[in-house]
């Protein structure tokens, strides 16, 4: 009689890629009125309304989560706030999570900035300076730098952590278009129009 010997199942396992969660928080209401101008000009936030943020997110956000701030007092005093009331949520700052520098228009009304101006920026909405400081591509390529060193953070951790942006709304319409793997907006037509409000924030999962 012959017996025949049996196979044992060789079990593979196949890697599945983890989720991260990333916050993109917008800074409180700024000290402005409206119809300013502003990007990099740094103003204060209203200090009751980044309570109420600060409260908000700190009830929510994850432990020993990574948080990094633009450099920008309105941010800064988020990420300070929410660290009184969580210490595990330490923060650093980064330049590259500021607002677009909008240069001499900076702290201008709107109307006042001459139209030929927009004319120009439209025209060349990538690479023009509006207000001779900075482009969309340079707004776009600092962002993309902080997002990549996010990224291969993330990749030397054996569990992945939460990484929290306090940040502007010009930085978390650039990181929803990186998230989307677009690195060019050649035409303001494509640049997106949706932000959080002022004190919100939107979770994204990379």
Known sequence: MTVMAQSTPVMT???????????????????????????????????????????????????????????????????????????????????????????????LPWDKIPQQTYDDWMADFWQYRFGGAESVAGLMARVAAAWRDMQAAQATVAVPMAHVWITHAGVIRAVNLLAKGILEVRSATLWPVDAPAFGQWQLLDV
Request: with cysteine; net charge negative; proline share 6%.
């Open 13 to 107: 396992s196949v890697a599945v890629p983890v989720k991260v969660q990333f916050w993109l928080v917008r800074h409180a209401q700024p000290l402005v009125a409206p119809g300013i101008c502003y990007g990099a000009l740094d103003l204060a936030a209203d200090a009751a309304a980044t309570r109420v943020a600060a409260q908000a997110l700190a009830d929510c956000l994850p432990a020993q989560a990574s948080v990094c701030c633009s450099p920008l007092q309105r941010c800064e005093l988020l990420a300070q706030t929410i660290y009184g009331i969580r210490p595990d949520l330490s923060y650093k700052t980064d330049a590259r999570l500021a607002e677009m520098n909008f240069g001499e228009f900076e702290g």
